[in-house]
């Protein structure tokens, strides 16, 4: 079964608030969704390994450890999953970035494949799927089984703000899969938006209606 974290710190708490606000525009929500994507890699990255390594400080030699090259591809799906890869590459710069282009169908609501690039290697890294909005979880469950197709199958999803309804089916249609999220909400509208939410995640971040 998939593990769920819920990363409710005091900081993504407070900066999510002002997302959620009506009133908030596009610059400042773009840049709180890039500082809560940075505050989100510190739990999302806590089980990778570690190798000890020797290091000689101006006073002593010491053992210490460092990461022990394990390969990550960051994979935001388009258009809204943009908005979390600034953050969560500047922390791990030496990332590849692909992308999946999927948007959801207004009228069935299922998710349509327009677009993937991702990195050569991709099927040896750990990849980190980025979507603010896991709301039916159709799209986030197209795009991991798109990697799944593609040999890829070390792979988390990392969203703002999850439904249950979201959680529930990528749990029962890739429960190999972790979620990460700053906030769990309560249930879906009659048009499948997160309610409360934030609205239109994209719109919001590009200034697009
Ligand atoms: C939003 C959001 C997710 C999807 C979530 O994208 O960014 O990708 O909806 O909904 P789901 O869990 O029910 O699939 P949208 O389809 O609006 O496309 P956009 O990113 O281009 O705005
Ligand atoms: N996509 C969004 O951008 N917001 C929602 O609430 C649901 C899907």
Redesign the pocket.
Known sequence: MSKVHVLNHPLIQHKLSIMRDKNTGTKEFRELLDEISMLMVYEVTRDLPTEEVEVETPLAKMKTRSLSGISIGIVPILR?GLGMVNGISSLIPNAKIGHIGLY?DPETLEPVEYYCKLPLDAEQRLLLLLD??L??GGSASAAIGFLKNRGCHNIKLVNL?A?PEGVARIEKEHPDVNIYVAAMDEY?DEH????P????????LFGTK
């Open positions: 809204a959801r603010p909005m709301a039916t703000i439904a879906l499948a938006y997160i309610l939410g934030l609205g239109d995640a994209g719109d919001r």
